[in-house]
């Protein structure tokens, strides 16, 4: 490592120290956060240094804190989506977590939704009970004092504290801590009374029972009207406060009695009997009994100062259990309801919490209280818990078997990821385990087979690119075996065109000098395509170089080529060849076919026949069969030959050009050559290629080359002696 460059090496905790300033400094939340940061401790000191800050840097610290909470809240999220990312990158998380949400959490939410539900129904249910028994408490107070009001009436008002304690005893078995008072009083109510019915006065109030809850009421309120009063009452022990909280903190010092006040039947009645009933223990007990539910703690909720309060207790007054916090633990321990209560100076109405502790037990036993409906419905929650036992184990066995379920997948998607990234790699080789008789064991099978495939293709594509290079140089050797330039003769314009159909081919043309005047000129064609026709095409090189130096007539060479051709050339393989000599100093050209394609000729202006094309196709069997000792060879093949003037067109061409098919699969065919090569004669031998070639690459379009295309063609510029000097001065004369 370099000296200097050991400084800049981080390590993990350094990398992470360069973030945070990163992030904090070089980013606009990070630098809101430390904008703000700054801002509020600059303001925080000048508060302590000042006392007060001024107006201004209320609203500057304002404003770092909201600059504080974009930017933490931007971190924040960007927290939240890195962490999304990295967490859920691998699909076995999104399995499970999906499975969660769509199977797990659902049966959650319902199984939460009934039971709620079922505390809802349990809870309302049982407040209500409460409510009813403390109205049938209130009910039965109500016709103690009316009964007790009857009697003191028919009595003539003698002998009130008789009366008042002969009802005491006869009701304090039933009711506990029963308090009974008879106030005086004067009030004029509606003539209800019957005809001749009196009241008399009481002389004094009259005081039966404990009273240890509260002070005996002295008298009437002028709210409650002469159809007297029944209802509910709260106290509270003597010094707390009216919402319960006083000296006792953290108890409950409030409690309930059910009063009932009722006069006798007068216009005006001289006294009312008043019935207390106090919600002490054992009335608390027979709630118990016969709802089912257990009243506890108890508050008054006091509103505002004119709102209803409790009336204010002894202090001996029982508190028992409720007046503890109640009972702790337990979803269903101390719920709190809302009762109504009346301020028995005002009559207002406040508001009562009281907790109420459930038994679902009791509860349900209270509802099926008869014996039928009781086996009934102990039979139907029989089979309730059963479903509801049943539905919890197949939700176990269900997540159990997702999780299972999203391993298994996961598992063989992880292999298919490792090995994806060996193959990334190249190394192709690698294998993946099939586990499983599944589609994903399909699935593993298929990529190993792939992974072969694809071993394999490489090796091919190896061996194709070794054999296209070794192609490319065996066409170059090919073309290297062509005539390479232009050929070089006063008197003659020569061109040529060879297009391989494939890397190599088995189309074959050459020039051979015979003399200053003389040249022999070569078209052969191999049959088939590629490299048993190119190395065919090479060995006939070699062979028509040796005999074109030996024999002047075309024929002679054709028949001598052939003795040696038919000897070493494979049965299936066959050669057709056109060869011409051409004598300027004669002005002749003399040739022979051997089953190749015509040769055009097209006669010059010099000439006295008529300027159309000529096709020229002496008889002549294909090179190579060695069907005989070539004696038919040799008694078909025919040697012509003709007069040359100047402006004569001859074309040499294989059948690549004239069977040059289309899309349509038509052949360009050899009359339309012939036409082609009259209308354009007047061109010269390079341009009229470039023509002929033009108009059949139009005709293929975009039909595949199917054959090699081989073209000559010979201009004859001048010929005899005397043109051939001129010809050359001219040649001279350029240079």
Not at 245 to 257: E, K, M, N
């Amino acid at each position: 490592m370099p000296k200097g460059a050991r400084g800049l090496v981080l390590t993990p905790s350094g990398e992470r120290r360069q973030g945070v300033r990163h992030a904090l400094l070089r980013t606009l939340p990070g630098r809101a956060i430390v904008i703000g940061l700054v801002a509020r401790v600059v303001v925080y000191l000048v508060g302590v240094v000042l006392g007060s800050a001024p107006p201004v840097f209320g609203v500057i610290d304002t404003a770092a804190s909201v600059a504080l909470a974009i930017g933490a809240g931007y971190f924040v999220f960007r927290l939240l989506v890195t962490a999304k990312r990295r967490l859920l990158w691998r699909v076995r998380r999104k399995l499970i977590l999906s499975y969660i949400f769509i199977g797990f959490i659902p049966a959650l939410l319902i199984v939460a939704f009934f039971l709620l539900s079922g505390f809802l129904l349990f809870y309302n249910f049982s407040s209500y009970l409460v409510q009813s028994r403390l109205r049938a408490l209130a009910d039965e107070a109500r016709f103690l004092a009316q009964s007790t009001a009857r009697e003191l009436q028919y009595g003539g008002g003698r002998d009130v504290a008789g009366v008042v304690g002969r009802r005491l005893a006869g009701a304090e078995g039933e009711l506990p801590g029963l308090s009974i008072a008879v106030v005086t009083m004067s009030r004029a109510c509606a003539d209800t009374t019957p005809a001749g019915a009196s009241a008399a006065a009481v002389a004094a109030p009259v005081v039966a029972g404990a009273w240890s809850h509260v002070t005996p009421p002295g008298r009437v309120p002028g709210w409650i009207d002469c159809s007297g009063f029944s209802g509910t009452l709260a106290y509270t022990s003597q010094g707390t406060d009216a919402t319960g909280t006083g000296d006792r903190a953290g108890r409950s010092d409030t409690h309930i009695l059910v009063r009932a006040a009722a006069f006798p039947d007068s216009p005006r009645p001289g006294y009312a009997v008043i019935v207390d009933v106090p919600v002490n223990e054992s009335i608390r007990q027979r709630l118990r009994r016969e709802t089912g539910v257990e009243v506890n703690d108890m508050r008054a909720l006091v509103e505002t100062a004119n709102a209803a309060k409790p009336l204010s207790g002894r202090e001996s007054a029982e508190t028992g259990p409720s007046a503890a916090a109640g009972p702790g633990g337990g979803m269903l321990n101390n719920l709190p309801s809302l009762f109504m209560y009346r301020d028995w100076e005002s009559g207002e109405s406040g508001t009562l919490t009281v907790g109420l502790q459930l038994s679902i037990s009791e509860l349900y036993d209270r509802i099926t209280s008869q014996a039928a409906g009781r086996n009934i419905g102990q039979g139907l929650l029989l089979v309730l818990f059963i479903i509801g036992g049943l539905f919890l184990v197949i939700e176990f066995v269900a997540l159990v078997a997702g999780l299972a379920l999203a391993k298994s997948i996961t598992g063989s998607v992880h292999q298919l990821f490792t090995g994806t990234e060996r193959v990334r790699q190249g190394d192709f080789t690698h294998k993946i385990a099939v586990q499983t008789d599944d589609q994903l064991g399909e699935l593993s099978v298929s990529f190993n087979s792939m992974t072969a495939s694809i071993e394999d293709l490489l090796r091919q594509k190896a061996e194709k690119k070794r054999l296209e290079e070794e192609l490319r140089i065996a066409r170059e050797i090919q073309m290297s075996l062509l005539p390479q330039g232009p050929l070089e003769m006063p008197g003659l314009s020569v061109t040529a065109l060879c297009v391989p159909a494939r890397e190599v081919g088995g189309d074959y043309y050459d020039f051979f000098r015979l003399g200053e005047r003389q040249l022999g000129v070569l078209i052969a064609d191999v049959s088939g395509k590629g490299t048993s026709a190119a190395l065919y095409m090479a060995e006939l090189k070699g062979l028509m170089l040796s005999l074109s130096q030996i024999h002047r007539s075309p024929r002679d060479l054709m028949l001598q080529a052939n003795r040696i051709i038919a000897a070493n050339l494979d049965a299936r393989s066959f050669i057709t060849m056109t060869y011409a000599v051409i004598d300027l100093d004669l002005a002749t050209m003399t040739y022979a076919r051997a089953g190749h394609t015509p040769l055009m000729y097209v006669p010059g202006p010099d000439c006295e026949q008529d300027r159309h094309v000529q096709v020229l196709a002496p008889d002549g069997l294909v090179l190579g069969l060695n069907i005989d000792k070539g004696e038919m060879f040799e008694r078909l093949l025919v040697e012509r030959t003709i007069k040359l003037h100047a402006g004569d067109l001859a074309l040499f061409f294989t059948d690549g050009i004239s069977e040059a098919m289309n899309d349509a699969d038509d052949f360009f065919g050899e009359g339309r050559l012939a036409l082609l090569i009259e209308e354009h004669a007047q061109l010269s031998s390079d341009e009229l290629r470039e023509r002929v070639l033009r108009e059949v690459e139009a005709f293929v379009g975009t039909a595949p080359q199917h054959d090699d295309m081989t073209m000559i063609f010979l201009k004859i510029d001048a010929v005899g002696v005397p043109a051939l000097v001129e010809a050359e001065a001219a040649e001279l004369a350029k240079y």
